[in-house]
């Protein structure tokens, strides 16, 4: 019950009834776990994560996915990033309405 009671009087968070999408690139599933926890540390603070698509991409996998200087060239991932954003887009859209 005390949980229950310190969380009712925490105050609202800045980041409450915001949108959000996680992306990541890693080794192997190490971006999949990481993304994981980012989503389990962002219920708590109230956002509003989009279910699909996910973006997980092995950043050592052949071909190469970034140029010498970071930069990604992998156009097939820039596509699913893409993809990602409008997905957000459209996430983010009716949250925008719901706070006026």
């Known amino acids: 019950m005390q949980l229950i009671g310190h969380l009712e009087s925490r105050p609202p968070s800045v980041w409450a009834d915001k949108a959000a999408a996680i992306l990541s690139a890693g080794v192997g599933f190490g971006g999949g776990r ?8 962002g219920i708590y603070f109230d956002f509003h994560f989009i279910n699909k698509p996910e973006f997980f991409l ?18 097939a991932a820039k596509e699913r990033i893409k993809t990602v954003l409008l997905s957000l887009h459209a996430f983010t859209l009716p949250l925008q309405c ?3």
Do not use: M, T, W
């Open 34 to 41: 990481a993304q994981y926890h980012l989503r389990q540390i």
């Open 58 to 75: 092995n950043a050592f996998q052949s071909p190469a996915k970034f140029d010498s200087d970071g930069n990604l060239i992998d156009v």
């Open 98 to 100: 719901k706070c006026e």
